[in-house]
């Protein structure tokens, strides 16, 4: 039963991924390199957000909502944005279309953060001898960071390689994208500021996901549209 129970937790967090990929174009445009690459640039910046964090960041003795320090969180969280900066314009990709392009480097950052924050927690507590729903919320909760991932990775592609856009709609772009960056800070500030359970974060998460989502997606069309 607990092995039963590991599967179909880590079936929820990684296997939305794969469907991903190969329901859509990518797998007939071969992306998977490009994801792969987007996925060593997650682990660079991961790497680089843990030093920061190290050194910037002090040992809080409660887990109380420290304003000081949730925006040093904040500020350091842009170092993912830097990230995908670099994965989406410095990364030599296959000749394949920008569409494809940010499906492929939002796939790659999101299943790396996945494996990076969730494998280890699945494998050592889903096993556990008593049945707990964390898991699988931590299982939607990678569903919803695989959409922002692929929204931002969105939005950032209509800021830094698309040149022509409509300029009525530049505000709306950079605020999306200051949204989703910023999530991780808000959802601890629901969660340790205005003590949200875990549950109910996620829940948030996943709506707020599907919003920006159909707002990333509205935008890219409009942005794909000739000028008049």
């Not at 969180?73 to 030599?92: E, N, P, R």
């Amino acid at each position: 039963m607990t092995v039963f129970h590991f599967f179909n937790c880590a079936i929820l967090t990684f296997g939305p991924h794969a469907v991903y990929y190969s329901a859509t174009p990518l797998s007939e445009y071969d992306t998977l390199g490009t994801s792969i690459k987007a996925a060593l640039v997650y682990l660079g910046t991961a790497l680089v957000k843990l030093v920061c964090l190290a050194t910037f960041l002090k040992v809080s003795e409660n887990d109380s909502f420290d304003p000081y320090q949730e925006l040093l969180k904040a500020l350091i969280g842009f170092v993912d944005v830097a990230g995908l900066y670099f994965a989406l314009t410095q990364l030599t990709h296959r000749n394949i279309a920008q569409n494809h392009k940010f499906q492929a480097v939002g796939l790659g950052w999101a299943f790396a953060d996945s494996v990076l924050h969730r494998l280890a927690p699945l494998w050592v507590g889903a096993r556990g001898l008593e049945f707990t729903w964390d898991y699988i919320l931590q299982g939607i909760e990678a569903n919803a960071n695989l959409v922002f991932s692929i929204s931002l990775a969105a939005l950032g592609s209509l800021i830094w390689l698309r040149k022509n856009k409509p300029k009525t709609l530049i505000p709306i772009i950079y605020a999306c994208a200051v949204i989703v960056a910023t999530m991780p800070s808000i959802t601890s500030y629901l969660r340790r500021g205005l003590g949200w359970h875990f549950p109910k974060v996620v829940g948030f998460e996943l709506f707020t996901s599907l919003v920006m989502a159909f707002i990333s997606c509205q935008l890219f069309a409009a942005c794909q549209k000739p000028s008049a």
